[in-house]
Structure formats: C-alpha cells, structure tokens
C-alpha cells in the first residue's frame, strides 16, 4: 500500500528516507516541494532521480480538486466542491474578514450524527478523510486564489472528533514550519459534542478554540434535533466544556442555530443563559439556513434581537453571526447534497 506522504511529520519522513540510505536533508527539500504544492514526484526538481523513483514507488501524494467553484455575489466568499483522489467531494468556504482570510474545511466526506437541521447530516456518511485532505483543501484554495490564510475553523462537512486521530495529526502538521505555519490559536474545532473526545482533546493541550454546537439549552429541546444528546446529554457537555477550558484557557464558543417556534422562545434563552453562567463563553447566533427537506425556517430578526437581549442582561456575549454567501448556500453539506442529486459521487 501506498504512503500518503503529506499525513507524515517531517520526522517521518526522515525515517523513511533514512531506512533507503538518504541523509536528513533530503526529506527538508521534499517537504519545502510539499508545501509549495506540488501533485507529483516529478516536479521536484532539486531531488535525486533515484530518490524520486523511490517516492513514486512508495508513497502518493493527495489531492483535492475544484469540482465546483461559487463566488457570492455580495461578499466574495468561495465556496468550493473539492473532489478527492477516489472521487467523494467536500465542500470549504473561504471568507475574508477585516484581518485576513479564514477557511472552512470539511473534516469527513459525510457525517454520522443524524442532526436533524443539516444538510451534510441528512446526506449520510461515505468516510473519514485523511490529514492531508484536510490539508490539500487549504492548500488548493490559498494557491487558486493567490492568497495566504490565517484562520482555519474546522466546521466545514463531517465531525472533527468522530476522526479524532487524522483531525489531531493534521492540527499538529498544519501549525508545523514545515507546513503551513497556522498557529493552533487561528484555529477552530467544531463539534456537536463527543463528550469523551472533548477532554481527550483537552488533555492535548492545544491552544485550539473549541465551538460546541449546543443548539438548544435543555435535553427535551436538544434531543430533538441532535440525536448525539441522547448519548451525551447537555450536563455531561457543559462539564466537559468546563474542563476543556481550565485545561486549555481557551474560552469556549457556543453556536444556537435560531430556529423558529423550535428553540427561539424568551424561555429558552433565560434556560441558555442559567446554563452558561457558570464559564467564560461567547454565544454564535445563527439564523438557521433552511435545508430541503426540512420544515425548519429562521427566526424572524425580531425574535433574534429580543433572544440576544435577554442573554446579554444575563451577562453572557452573543453576537449574531453575519452570514456570508447568503447567495452561494455556503452552509456546508448544500453543495454536495445538490452534486449527488444530479448524479455525481
Ligand atoms: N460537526 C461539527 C462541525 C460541522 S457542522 C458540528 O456539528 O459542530 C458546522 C456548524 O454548522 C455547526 O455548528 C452546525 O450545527 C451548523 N449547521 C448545520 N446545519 C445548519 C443549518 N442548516 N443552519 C445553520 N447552521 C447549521
Ligand atoms: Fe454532523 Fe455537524 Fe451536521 Fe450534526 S451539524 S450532522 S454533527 S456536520
């Protein structure tokens, strides 16, 4: 089987070509070729051919394509559908923001957790996607868009800690000099909240922002909509939320997709508030985006501003998420659903 060369830490690959009898510097020099993005052996130019042979024999490097690519009108975000070496697709958004451009990945081709409000959720799970396709995605852009990205939020397709391993290698290979150079404390890791993976991650010590989907404030409303609650019911998250942010000092972000007569009412945001008031937090709102499918709509900006209210009177920061590329569906899992729909992979 092939070694995907781009998965390896560069002290790895050292190993890999010292065990052929090449000195250490050798692996610098092909992963320097790495980092400029290469998609062949051949276009190393400054490595021996013997060497390059030996690569070709023995490892592949991986790719995401551009299957589809959509700029929105209004704020020129991207959004792209990448295609991967066996043919799954993925979707990431590059946004531009005041201090510079941030990218969503996709972590999985898929996702396993069923919620009920999202489009990657309702379109199943094909597979996990390996660090250096989480990689390749960020690569792909900054090179097609002649850019450099400073933010990575990892919010994209999928659930980072249901691929906690490849998701935790491809951190540490990101934020490494050899690679991209993304500190860990430009990134965001999004999850719905696997509750034992969070204090695994904890325990990492990784300066990395964690953002829980919470969506709901009590265990009736939740379940509903996120089957994982079932599991990890909302106490055990908050807990693992708290510890997360003890161990780490990172403050922990919450995201409430706002849906209306769902989750919405002045009640829900008093319980939301009680249930935040015992850590440093800062609430996402964000007006739902409604998936086919679904009876789900947004909540009206009246609802939105009256929720944001009562949470900030209760001292708990919220700020309603603008949403970017309104126009281009840049939720993720929309693009893709629409892809199989006219008979892609
Ligand atoms: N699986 C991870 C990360 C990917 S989902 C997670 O659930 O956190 C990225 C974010 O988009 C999550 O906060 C998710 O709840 C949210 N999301 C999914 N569908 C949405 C929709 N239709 N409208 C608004 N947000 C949505
Ligand atoms: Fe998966 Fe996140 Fe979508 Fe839930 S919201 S189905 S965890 S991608």
């Not at 070709?56 to 690519?69: D, M, T």
């Not at 951190?171 to 204090?199: A, D, F, Q």
């Not at 693992?240 to 769902?262: G, L, P, Q, W």
Request: glycine residues 6%.
């Amino acid at each position: 089987m092939l070694k995907d060369i781009k998965s390896l830490y560069l002290s790895e690959l050292e190993k890999l070509l010292a065990d052929e009898g090449y000195p250490k510097f050798r692996a610098g020099q092909v992963s320097l070729w790495l980092k400029k993005g290469v998609t062949s052996f051949d276009e190393m130019g400054n490595i021996p051919k013997d060497l390059r042979g030996y690569l070709k024999r023995s490892c592949y490097i991986s790719v995401a394509n551009i299957e589809k690519k959509l700029i929105s009108m209004y704020d020129g975000t991207v959004k792209y559908l990448f295609r991967l070496s066996d043919g799954e697709c993925v979707e990431s958004v590059v946004m531009k923001y005041i201090h510079g451009y941030s990218i969503c990945v996709s972590t999985q081709a898929g996702c396993k957790m069923g919620c009920s409000f999202c489009a990657t959720g309702r379109g199943g799970f094909a597979r996990n996607l390996t660090p250096s396709e989480i990689l390749s995605q960020i690569e792909t852009a900054q090179k097609d868009l002649n850019i450099r990205i400073s933010n990575v939020v990892l919010m994209g397709m999928g659930e980072p800690l249901d691929n906690f391993d490849n998701v935790v290698r491809f951190l540490k290979i990101v934020s490494s000099e050899e690679s991209l150079n993304i500190g860990l404390r430009h990134i965001t890791l999004s999850t719905c909240g696997i509750v034992p993976k969070i204090y695994e991650l904890a325990d990492l010590k990784m300066p990395v922002t964690l953002s829980v989907s919470l969506h709901a404030p009590d265990n009736e409303t939740r379940s509903k909509t996120m089957p994982i609650n079932r599991k990890y019911p909302v106490e055990q998250l908050i807990k693992a939320c708290i510890y997360y942010f003890n161990t780490t000092k990172r403050r922990v972000s919450f995201e409430y997709a706002m849906i209306e007569d769902v989750n919405d009412s002045a009640e829900n945001a008093k319980a939301l508030a009680n249930l935040l008031s015992v850590m440093p937090c800062h609430v996402n709102l964000i007006p739902v985006n409604s998936v086919k499918g679904t009876l789900y709509r947004k909540s009206s900006v009246k609802r939105q501003k009256a929720f944001v209210e009562i949470l900030e009177k209760r001292g708990i920061t919220a700020t309603v998420r603008r949403t970017l590329g309104s126009d281009i569906n840049a939720s993720c899992g929309q693009l893709r659903g629409k892809h199989k729909e006219e008979g892609g992979k």
